[in-house]
Protein backbone atom coordinates (compact mmCIF):
# COMPACT_ATOMS: atom_id res chain seq x y z
CA UNK A 1 0.00 0.00 0.00
CA UNK A 2 1.31 3.11 -1.26
CA UNK A 3 1.57 6.38 0.94
CA UNK A 4 -1.90 8.82 0.01
CA UNK A 5 -2.14 12.54 0.73
CA UNK A 6 -5.80 13.54 0.62
CA UNK A 7 -5.56 17.04 -0.22
CA UNK A 8 -6.53 20.56 -1.64
CA UNK A 9 -3.82 22.61 -3.40
CA UNK A 10 -5.14 25.80 -3.07
CA UNK A 11 -5.11 24.99 1.09
CA UNK A 12 -1.76 25.90 2.70
CA UNK A 13 -2.82 23.42 5.51
CA UNK A 14 -2.29 21.00 2.77
CA UNK A 15 0.60 22.16 0.92
CA UNK A 16 2.80 21.94 4.35
CA UNK A 17 2.36 18.31 3.86
CA UNK A 18 3.38 18.18 0.17
CA UNK A 19 6.45 20.01 1.08
CA UNK A 20 7.70 18.16 4.23
CA UNK A 21 7.46 14.84 1.76
CA UNK A 22 9.25 16.32 -1.38
CA UNK A 23 11.97 17.34 1.71
CA UNK A 24 12.50 14.39 2.34
CA UNK A 25 12.29 12.78 -1.07
CA UNK A 26 9.61 10.38 0.10
CA UNK A 27 7.07 8.73 -2.79
CA UNK A 28 3.36 9.39 -2.24
CA UNK A 29 0.53 9.95 -3.89
CA UNK A 30 -1.38 13.29 -4.06
CA UNK A 31 -5.77 13.17 -3.82
CA UNK A 32 -7.01 16.22 -5.17
CA UNK A 33 -9.85 16.27 -2.39
CA UNK A 34 -11.97 19.77 -3.74
CA UNK A 35 -13.68 21.15 -0.64
CA UNK A 36 -15.54 23.83 -2.18
CA UNK A 37 -17.47 20.80 -3.85
CA UNK A 38 -18.13 19.34 -0.09
CA UNK A 39 -16.56 16.46 -0.57
CA UNK A 40 -14.66 16.10 2.98
CA UNK A 41 -18.11 15.46 3.85
CA UNK A 42 -18.71 12.51 2.23
CA UNK A 43 -19.27 9.06 3.44
CA UNK A 44 -16.28 7.58 1.93
CA UNK A 45 -14.06 10.65 2.94
CA UNK A 46 -15.23 10.85 6.69
CA UNK A 47 -14.58 7.01 6.85
CA UNK A 48 -10.95 8.61 6.47
CA UNK A 49 -11.28 11.30 8.65
CA UNK A 50 -14.41 11.64 10.84
CA UNK A 51 -13.59 15.48 11.47
CA UNK A 52 -14.59 15.96 7.44
CA UNK A 53 -11.02 18.32 6.79
CA UNK A 54 -7.74 18.19 4.85
CA UNK A 55 -5.13 17.64 4.64
CA UNK A 56 -5.24 13.72 5.81
CA UNK A 57 -2.89 10.91 5.02
CA UNK A 58 -3.44 6.92 4.60
CA UNK A 59 0.32 5.99 5.34
CA UNK A 60 1.78 2.24 4.07
CA UNK A 61 0.34 -0.02 6.63
CA UNK A 62 -3.45 1.37 5.97
CA UNK A 63 -3.52 3.98 9.18
CA UNK A 64 -4.83 7.32 8.86
CA UNK A 65 -3.68 10.64 10.30
CA UNK A 66 -5.22 13.92 10.09
CA UNK A 67 -4.17 17.21 11.06
CA UNK A 68 -1.27 19.49 9.23
CA UNK A 69 0.86 20.44 11.98
CA UNK A 70 0.50 16.88 12.92
CA UNK A 71 1.38 14.91 10.19
CA UNK A 72 4.44 17.57 9.36
CA UNK A 73 5.66 16.09 13.51
CA UNK A 74 5.14 12.59 12.17
CA UNK A 75 7.49 13.05 9.12
CA UNK A 76 9.63 15.86 10.39
CA UNK A 77 10.61 13.92 13.81
CA UNK A 78 14.37 12.34 13.72
CA UNK A 79 15.21 14.53 10.85
CA UNK A 80 17.09 18.03 10.29
CA UNK A 81 13.57 19.98 10.55
CA UNK A 82 13.24 19.17 14.09
CA UNK A 83 16.03 20.88 16.01
CA UNK A 84 17.99 18.53 17.89
CA UNK A 85 18.32 20.77 20.96
CA UNK A 86 15.43 20.70 23.77
CA UNK A 87 14.35 24.05 23.61
CA UNK A 88 14.47 24.64 20.19
CA UNK A 89 12.53 21.90 19.65
CA UNK A 90 9.74 23.03 22.47
CA UNK A 91 9.95 26.35 20.18
CA UNK A 92 9.21 24.46 17.46
CA UNK A 93 5.83 23.44 19.38
CA UNK A 94 5.32 26.79 20.02
CA UNK A 95 5.52 28.28 16.58
CA UNK A 96 3.17 25.12 15.64
CA UNK A 97 0.28 25.75 18.43
CA UNK A 98 0.28 29.36 17.93
CA UNK A 99 0.22 28.79 14.01
CA UNK A 100 -3.18 27.53 14.36
CA UNK A 101 -4.18 28.99 17.10
CA UNK A 102 -3.16 33.01 16.43
CA UNK A 103 -1.92 32.96 12.50
CA UNK A 104 -4.20 30.77 10.48
CA UNK A 105 -7.63 31.74 11.71
CA UNK A 106 -7.62 35.19 10.74
CA UNK A 107 -4.70 35.55 7.78
CA UNK A 108 -5.97 32.10 6.05
CA UNK A 109 -9.35 33.00 6.52
CA UNK A 110 -9.46 36.81 5.43
CA UNK A 111 -7.82 35.19 2.35
CA UNK A 112 -10.62 32.91 2.29
CA UNK A 113 -13.19 35.15 2.36
CA UNK A 114 -11.41 37.91 -0.57
CA UNK A 115 -9.57 35.70 -2.28
CA UNK A 116 -12.38 32.53 -2.85
CA UNK A 117 -15.28 34.15 -1.50
CA UNK A 118 -15.38 37.08 -3.20
CA UNK A 119 -16.48 39.24 -0.44
CA UNK A 120 -16.16 43.08 -0.17
CA UNK A 121 -13.20 43.95 2.34
CA UNK A 122 -15.50 46.37 4.45
CA UNK A 123 -17.55 43.60 4.83
CA UNK A 124 -15.70 41.17 7.14
CA UNK A 125 -14.85 41.50 10.57
CA UNK A 126 -12.11 44.07 11.10
CA UNK A 127 -11.07 41.59 14.11
CA UNK A 128 -9.94 39.35 11.08
CA UNK A 129 -7.33 42.19 9.54
CA UNK A 130 -6.66 43.51 13.08
CA UNK A 131 -5.73 40.29 14.44
CA UNK A 132 -3.74 39.22 11.18
CA UNK A 133 -1.46 41.91 11.48
CA UNK A 134 -1.14 40.98 15.29
CA UNK A 135 0.48 37.72 14.32
CA UNK A 136 2.66 39.18 11.70
CA UNK A 137 3.39 41.66 14.08
CA UNK A 138 4.27 38.89 16.47
CA UNK A 139 6.50 36.77 13.69
CA UNK A 140 8.50 40.02 13.18
CA UNK A 141 9.18 40.37 16.62
CA UNK A 142 10.17 36.12 16.88
CA UNK A 143 12.19 36.82 13.67
CA UNK A 144 14.54 39.54 15.45
CA UNK A 145 18.45 38.32 15.61
CA UNK A 146 17.89 35.24 13.99
CA UNK A 147 16.91 33.59 10.12
CA UNK A 148 14.81 30.97 11.12
CA UNK A 149 11.95 30.83 13.81
CA UNK A 150 13.46 27.10 15.71
CA UNK A 151 16.92 26.49 15.64
CA UNK A 152 19.62 27.59 13.47
CA UNK A 153 18.00 26.02 9.86
CA UNK A 154 14.61 25.34 8.70
CA UNK A 155 12.32 23.29 10.65
CA UNK A 156 8.96 22.75 10.62
CA UNK A 157 7.61 25.58 12.44
CA UNK A 158 9.01 27.54 9.35
CA UNK A 159 7.24 25.27 7.05
CA UNK A 160 3.75 25.45 8.60
CA UNK A 161 4.17 29.07 9.27
CA UNK A 162 5.05 29.88 5.64
CA UNK A 163 2.15 28.10 4.19
CA UNK A 164 -0.28 31.29 4.55
CA UNK A 165 1.79 33.79 5.41
CA UNK A 166 3.81 34.10 2.07
CA UNK A 167 -0.20 34.40 0.49
CA UNK A 168 -0.75 37.26 2.87
CA UNK A 169 -1.46 39.70 0.36
CA UNK A 170 -4.42 37.88 -1.12
CA UNK A 171 -5.62 38.77 3.11
CA UNK A 172 -5.20 41.87 1.98
CA UNK A 173 -2.48 42.58 4.36
CA UNK A 174 0.76 43.91 3.60
CA UNK A 175 4.35 41.74 4.22
CA UNK A 176 6.08 44.70 3.14
CA UNK A 177 5.50 46.39 6.45
CA UNK A 178 7.49 43.73 8.35
CA UNK A 179 10.49 43.47 6.51
CA UNK A 180 12.13 40.77 9.05
CA UNK A 181 9.22 38.51 8.04
CA UNK A 182 9.51 39.70 4.35
CA UNK A 183 12.88 37.82 4.12
CA UNK A 184 12.29 34.67 5.77
CA UNK A 185 9.35 34.14 3.67
CA UNK A 186 12.19 34.59 0.65
CA UNK A 187 14.58 32.27 2.55
CA UNK A 188 12.26 29.59 3.46
CA UNK A 189 11.18 30.02 0.00
CA UNK A 190 14.07 29.25 -1.56
CA UNK A 191 14.81 25.75 0.59
CA UNK A 192 11.41 24.96 -0.30
CA UNK A 193 12.00 25.31 -4.25
CA UNK A 194 9.06 27.34 -4.16
CA UNK A 195 8.30 30.03 -7.04
CA UNK A 196 7.39 33.65 -5.32
CA UNK A 197 5.69 34.52 -8.31
CA UNK A 198 2.87 32.24 -7.20
CA UNK A 199 2.40 34.15 -4.03
CA UNK A 200 -0.22 36.52 -5.41
CA UNK A 201 -2.43 34.78 -8.00
CA UNK A 202 -6.25 34.47 -6.94
CA UNK A 203 -7.90 32.12 -7.91
CA UNK A 204 -10.49 32.46 -11.05
Not at 4 to 22: A, H, P, T, Y
Not at 43 to 64: I, K, M
Not at 176 to 190: F, G, I, K, L, Q
Amino acid sequence: MSLIVFGDSSSGNCLKVKWILDLLELDYEWSEIDVRTGATRRPDFLSLNPSGQVPAVRLEDGRTLAQSNAILVYFGENTPYTPADAYERARMFEWLFWEQYSHEPYIAVRRFLLAYRKKAPEDLSPQLLERGNGALARMEQGLEGRDWLAGDSLSLADISLVAYTRMAGEGGFELADYPRVSAWVERVEARLGLDATTRALAPA
